[in-house]
């Protein structure tokens, strides 16, 4: 069974800082692009980050650009997002996806494009 698991999330002051983790098993993600979305309350989920497969290639929102950073270990079958200098806006569920026809660099912020999605852990920022 093919499963995405996110960790990490929990709640933080604005400033601070967080690191996600996305476990992947079932099958091997080193030819999948993979990337972190996330959703508030009330609102569509959206674009946060994306790798592609071999790790050598990152695309950010730009309310990400400047202070995440998403990295890609294929020996470990995981993907991570750093997180710094969180805001309150910040504050939504984050999901991590997977997919191996993403079409990088024309669709790599597209959610229709990832096949493997994971359950998705809650970050909070207070301010």
């Known amino acids: 069974q093919v499963q995405l698991v996110e960790s990490g999330g929990g709640l933080v002051q604005a400033g601070g800082s967080l690191r996600l983790s996305c476990a992947a098993s079932?099958?091997?993600?080193?030819?999948?692009?993979m990337g972190w979305f996330r959703q508030a309350p009330g609102k569509e989920r959206e674009f946060v980050a994306a790798?592609?497969?071999?790790?050598?290639?990152?695309y950010y929102a730009d309310s990400a650009k400047g202070r995440f950073t998403i990295s890609k270990d294929n020996a470990k079958n995981m993907v991570a997002l750093q997180m710094n200098s969180l805001k309150p806006e910040d504050t939504a569920v984050y999901y991590c996806a997977a997919g191996a026809g993403v079409a990088w660099f024309f669709h790599r912020s597209d959610a229709r494009r990832y096949d493997y999605w994971g359950q998705g852990t809650q970050v909070t920022v207070s301010s």
């Open positions: 079932g099958r091997t993600f080193s030819r999948d692009d």
């Open positions: 790798i592609n497969w071999s790790g050598d290639n990152t």
